[in-house]
């Protein structure tokens, strides 16, 4: 089935340093999302991308939906240390009848 | 978008043993989806659970090891059977957050550890 490789599979970074994360696939797929899970809790979307080369803000996180629809990147600026937890891309294959595929997930570590 | 309420938040059950993870959602849904998110892994589609009908599940998964019930639009419930230490995992529940086709919104989990 469809895959989707993501990463770093870890990051510690300092405090207000940028971050950057991206997933690829082999596939082509319609719909890119980025989540984040907090320690004992579900993921949260933090952005929706459903346009080849769309580029959305949600604060301090901006993403784009790559323009070959096989890739997306996660751009977090200035980061604190409640960015602290996973992030997970998430896609919708083109033929849209398939469930979402999830990426393994990007920990990301923030040292004051 | 909806609220996901999943019980238990977390349980440590026996080897040979079963588990209910029960889901509520404050809103009538149409779709509800079980996930499974081994540690330190991603998540994993199980199944589809749709009101009035058997639940549609992923390739690897079936009914007899993780049965599912839909009795209502707010509601359903996934049994873990015969669990072995394999199934220790976080069980997610989730839906369609309304904001946009495909966006799932997800409950927080029901962490399962297999002795």
């Known amino acids: 089935g469809q895959q989707l490789n993501q990463s770093p599979q870890s990051m510690f970074i300092q405090e207000g340093e940028d971050v950057s994360m991206n997933c690829t696939s082999s596939?082509?797929?319609?719909?890119w999302l980025w989540y984040k899970q907090d320690p004992g809790e579900g993921p949260v979307l933090l952005i929706a991308?459903?346009?080849?080369?769309e580029l959305t803000s949600n604060g301090r996180l901006t993403a784009q939906f790559g323009i070959t629809r096989k890739d997306s990147f996660l751009n977090i600026s200035a980061s604190i240390p409640s960015d602290v937890g996973i992030y997970f891309c998430?896609?919708?294959?083109?033929?849209?009848?398939?469930?979402?595929?999830f990426g393994k997930g990007t920990r990301l570590s923030v040292i004051a | 978008s909806a609220v996901i309420s999943q019980k238990p938040s977390r349980d440590i059950c026996q080897r040979g043993t079963s588990l209910t993870i029960q889901c509520q959602v404050d809103?009538?849904?149409?779709?509800m989806f079980w996930y499974r998110q081994q540690p330190g892994q991603s998540l994993t589609l199980i199944a589809t659970?749709?009101?009035?009908?058997?639940?549609?599940?992923e390739s690897g998964f079936v009914i007899d090891k993780f049965p599912i019930s839909r009795p209502n639009l707010t509601f359903s419930t996934l049994t873990v059977s015969n669990m072995s230490p394999e199934d220790s995992s976080i069980y997610l529940c989730?839906?369609?957050?309304?904001?946009?086709?495909?966006?799932?919104?997800f409950g927080a989990g029901s962490r399962l550890t297999v002795l």
């Open positions: 989730s839906v369609e957050a309304g904001s946009g086709a495909n966006v799932l919104t």
């Open positions: 596939s082509i797929f319609n719909t």
């Open positions: 991308l459903y346009k080849a080369g």
């Open positions: 998430a896609g919708l294959f083109h033929s849209g009848n398939t469930p979402l595929v």
């Open positions: 809103s009538q849904v149409t779709m």
């Open positions: 659970a749709n009101q009035g009908s058997e639940a549609t599940y």
